[in-house]
């Protein structure tokens, strides 16, 4: 594309050159080569999202790939037991059967995990996508998404959010948080955490005791954003404050302080849903003698 460009300013230039372009020749060239600009840098963004996407299914078949082997190890282990009890036990085919049931039991249950973990795993993906297609490049600028270990976290600058040296939210982080609310809104499963972060330095102000007090007040501005202004449902919002304890970067430095100073909106699978699961574990023999 870049060099077909090229090509076609070479070719205006050669038509000026000649004295054989009218102004409404060179108009309509003009107005083709903006046209070819801009699927050119259409197509840089395809490809930059092409390969983000590319990383994203990478990481998931390496998941994949870990779980797989961890159930071909548990898969091992209780043909080790079926082994060993058909070797030592002398009612062989009354225990056999005992144990092949303990067997489909564990394999059903463990079968129910690894499905709640793909469910989680997709949903999660789809949610971090839909959220970053949401936000503009400015916006993406102040706000960073990860997923760890089955968890999406929304870490949110300090700049953005609050007006300087205060919990109240800027006029400026209205639409981000109303794109968040709405990714929240959409993924009714999901338990959000809002935790505020401080660098090191005291804080000031006669209604705020310390860095303590600013974290809690800066989280419970944003749980109450989201509840009042947004309408996410409260039962699935907590507000926490970790003062200047959970730093990310070094504090000696002005880059370090203001990366430290944060809000983290943490979103994950409710865990009443995951606690039903282990509830349901199968017992083994042992488990029901004592």
């Known amino acids: 594309m870049k ?4 090509l076609f300013t070479m070719v205006v230039a050669l038509f000026l050159l000649s004295g054989c372009v009218t102004k409404k020749k060179y108009a309509s060239l003009q107005t083709e080569k ?29 998941e994949a790939q870990k779980a797989n082997a961890e159930l071909k ?23 056999i ?22 469910k989680s795993d997709s949903l999660n993906m789809v949610l971090t996508n839909n959220l970053t297609r949401s936000l503009s490049r400015d916006e993406l ?18 700049n953005m959010l609050y007006k300087s040296g205060s919990y109240e939210i800027s006029d400026r982080a209205g639409e981000t948080l109303s794109k968040i609310a709405k990714i929240i809104t ?32 800066r989280a419970s501005s944003v749980v109450q954003a989201l509840q009042n202004l947004y309408g996410v449902d409260p039962s699935r919002l907590t507000a926490a404050g970790r003062g200047e304890y959970n730093p990310i ?41 004592q």
């Open 3 to 6: 060099h077909s460009i090229s």
């Open 34 to 62: 903006s046209k070819l600009e801009t699927q050119y840098q259409n197509a840089q963004l395809q490809l930059a999202e092409n390969k983000a996407n590319i990383k994203s299914l990478e990481e998931r078949l390496a």
């Open 73 to 95: 190890a548990s898969y091992a282990a209780l043909q080790n037991s079926l082994d060993k009890s058909i070797q030592q036990n002398s009612q062989g085919n009354v225990n």
């Open 97 to 118: 059967s005992k144990l092949v049931d303990e067997i489909n039991a564990s394999n059903k249950f463990i079968k129910q995990l690894v499905e709640a973990k793909d």
């Open 141 to 158: 600028q102040d706000v960073d998404i990860k997923v760890l270990k089955g968890v999406v976290y929304i870490s949110l600058s300090d």
């Open 186 to 217: 959409d993924y009714k499963d999901y338990d959000v955490l809002v935790e505020g972060n401080t660098d090191t330095d005291p804080i000031s102000r006669p209604n705020i005791r310390n860095n303590w007090d600013l974290s809690a007040l």
């Open 249 to 289: 970067a070094d504090n000696t430095s002005a880059a370090g302080k203001q990366r430290n100073r944060r809000t983290q909106i943490i979103i994950t699978p409710k865990l009443d849903q995951f606690m039903d699961l282990i509830e349901k574990a199968p017992e083994t023999e042992g488990e029901q003698m």
